[in-house]
T-cell receptor, first 111, second 115 residues
C-alpha cells in the first residue's frame, strides 16, 4: 500500500531551466512533508520541508508547494544546475516520526 | 561530529546465516531510526528508538529481525536465518526529537546481499 507516490521515475532538464518534481499522497492525516536528495553510494540528505498549514515554502533555489485538497506536492528547482543531478524522494508523516517515502525521481540536469 | 556512521558498508552472506549491522548516530541525537530500501523503491520504515527504548516497529519487521540500542547510543540490527528477500540497503538515521520538519540525518547505509 503505497501512501506516497512519485509517478515520474526520471526527469531531464537543461541547465538554467526549472525542474519540477511531483509527489502524490493518499493519507489526509499527513502533516509533515519533506524532500530528500540522494547521490549514489550516499544516504538521503534532507533538502526542504513544508507543514500542512502552509502551501509554499522557499529556500534559495528550492521551493516546495503543497495542495492539500489534491493531496499533491511539488518541488521546484530554479535555476537547475548540474550538481542538482540526483535522485529526489518525497516523504510524508502524520506524527513526524515514521515517514513514508515515494519511489524517487532521478533528475538529470544537462549542461 | 562525523554524522551517522554505519558498518559494514557491504555484507554478502549465505542464505540461512545471521548478520548484524551497527549504527552510530550523531552523538546528541536521542532518536534513531532503521529503514530498508530495495531496488527501485524508497526507504521503508522498520523501527525507531528514543534513547534506549524501542517505541515503534513496522509490520515489515518479522520476528527474524531484532534491533537494540543499549544505553541509548549506538544501535544494532540483527537478521537471523537470512533469506534472499532480505537483500536490500539498510539505512540508519538519527534526529534530536521527532524528525518533524527537520527530517533525519541518514547514514550511507549497509548493503546486504544474500546469496
Amino acid at each position: 500500500d503505497q501512501q506516497v507516490k512519485q509517478n515520474s521515475p526520471s526527469l531531464s532538464v537543461q541547465e538554467g531551466r526549472i525542474s519540477i518534481l511531483n509527489c502524490d499522497y493518499t493519507n489526509s492525516m499527513f502533516d509533515y512533508f519533506l524532500w530528500y536528495k540522494k547521490y549514489p553510494a550516499e544516504g538521503p540528505t534532507f533538502l526542504i520541508s513544508i507543514s500542512s498549514i502552509k502551501d509554499k515554502n522557499e529556500d534559495g533555489r528550492f521551493t516546495v508547494f503543497l495542495n492539500k485538497s489534491a493531496k499533491h506536492l511539488s518541488l521546484h528547482i530554479v535555476p537547475s544546475q548540474p550538481g542538482d543531478s540526483a535522485v529526489y524522494f518525497c516523504a510524508a508523516s502524520d506524527t513526524g516520526n515514521q515517514f513514508y517515502f515515494g519511489t524517487g525521481t532521478s533528475l538529470t540536469v544537462i549542461p | 561530529d562525523t554524522g551517522v556512521s554505519q558498518n559494514p558498508r557491504h555484507k554478502i552472506t549465505k542464505r540461512g546465516q545471521n548478520v548484524t549491522f551497527r549504527c552510530d548516530p550523531i552523538s546528541e541525537h536521542n532518536r534513531l531510526y532503521w529503514y530498508r530500501q530495495t531496488l527501485g523503491q524508497g526507504p521503508e520504515f522498520l523501527t525507531y528508538f528514543q534513547n534506549e527504548a524501542q517505541l515503534e516497529k513496522s509490520r515489515l519487521l518479522s520476528d527474524r529481525f531484532s534491533a537494540e540500542r543499549p544505553k541509548g547510543s549506538f544501535s544494532t540490527l540483527e537478521i537471523q536465518r537470512t533469506e534472499q528477500g532480505d537483500s536490500a540497503m539498510y539505512l540508519c538515521a538519527s534526529s534530536q526529537g521527532a524528525g518533524g520538519l527537520y527530517g533525519y540525518t541518514f547514514g550511507s547505509g549497509t548493503r546486504l546481499t544474500v546469496v
